[in-house]
């Protein structure tokens, strides 16, 4: 049984041979979920259908059909998703990763996160691996050319709104992002995986690891021996092969873990 940690008794105390793992870690691999950005007022994913999204499952929105069958239902989601994400900041869980990648020899970070707030945070992310909401494509021609006056700065927080069309094929313009049944993108995707061959330490925080291919980064570390530490307040598929699991907020866990780990750096 891995020991684990009660983030309410503050400060969290972390067990020595797990800051003596990260202080000699020689390639540390951060993998993220939808967790880390919670306390950034960003809803999880299946979350993200509070409010006025209520009665519509998340895994129905997020596919090319539910695209194709309702361009406007599906963009008007994503659209307010992305307005959320504009203002919200950083929190302390994303700045300890930037941190913790100026304290250790190697740091890669891999997120399957759409926002970017990691990069906000100044942190370098080597994968997204389901592509960012930021960076619409067209549906049909796959490109990222639109006309972008016919995007609103600021979209009502209505539940529909038409999408704009590509400015090469006037297909209609879709989240830059992967949906259910879609292949993850290929050189995120090698980068990733070259990282988790190599990692000896994986930090994997704020993720169900209930979606594949992307769960299978923590997975093979793990399996080829790596250190894999869980951070979340909540149980996952992936506890039964963590060495340490920390449960509790990214928010609180991360920056109490770099400031025990390197204390006289200072996190
Ligand atoms: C906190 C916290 C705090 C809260 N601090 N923590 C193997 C088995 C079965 C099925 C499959 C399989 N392999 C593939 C599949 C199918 C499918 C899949 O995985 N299905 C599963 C659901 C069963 N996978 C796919 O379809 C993938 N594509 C694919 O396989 O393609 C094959 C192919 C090859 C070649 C050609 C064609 C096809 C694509 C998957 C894409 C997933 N995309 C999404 C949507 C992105 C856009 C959007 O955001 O709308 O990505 S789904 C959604 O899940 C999103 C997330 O990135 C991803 C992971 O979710 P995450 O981050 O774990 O969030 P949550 O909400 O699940 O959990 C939050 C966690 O945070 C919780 O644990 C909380 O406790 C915790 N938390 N507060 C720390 N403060
Ligand atoms: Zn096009």
């Known amino acids: 049984m891995p020991p684990e940690l009660d983030a309410s008794a503050a400060p969290p105390q972390f067990p020595s041979s797990l800051l003596d793992a990260l202080r000699q870690a020689r390639h540390v691999l951060v993998f ?7 306390e950034s007022g960003i809803p999880t994913f299946r979350e993200a259908l509070k409010g006025l999204w209520e009665r519509f499952d998340p895994r129905e929105l997020a596919t090319p059909e539910a695209f194709q069958r309702d361009p406007a239902l599906v963009w008007g989601w994503y659209e307010w998703r992305r307005m959320q994400i504009r203002h919200a900041e950083p929190n302390p869980g994303h700045r300890a ?3 913790l990648a ?48 016919d995007r609103p700065e600021e979209p009502e927080g209505g539940r529909r709104l038409e999408p704009p069309r590509c400015g090469t094929c006037g297909g209609a ?9 879609e292949p993850l993108p290929t050189e995120d995707w090698s980068h990733a995986m070259e990282a988790a061959r190599s990692a000896d330490l994986v930090i994997s925080v704020g993720t169900s690891n209930l979606v594949y ?5 923590p997975e ?41 780990a390197f204390p006289s750096l200072g996190a």
């Not at 313009?173 to 049944?181: D, K, N, T």
């Not at 790596?226 to 307040?233: D, E, S």
């Open 102 to 149: 100026r304290h250790v020899a190697q740091l890669s970070l891999v997120t399957q996160n759409v926002d970017d707030l990691h990069e906000r945070a100044g942190s370098t992310v080597i994968a997204h691996l389901h592509g960012q909401i930021s960076k619409p494509i067209c549906f049909n021609c796959g490109l990222p050319t639109f006309h972008p006056e």
């Open 213 to 217: 291919p992307a769960a299978e980064i």
């Open 220 to 260: 093979l570390a793990a399996r080829r021996g790596a250190t894999l530490i869980l951070v979340n307040p909540a149980a996952t598929a992936m506890d039964p092969i963590a060495r340490y699991t920390l449960q509790g907020p990214a928010g609180v866990i991360l920056p109490a873990l770099v400031a025990a």
């Open 173 to 181: 313009i879709r989240p830059g992002v992967v949906w259910f049944g």
């Open 32 to 38: 993220t979920g939808a967790g880390v950005s919670a």
């Open 97 to 99: 990763i930037a941190t």
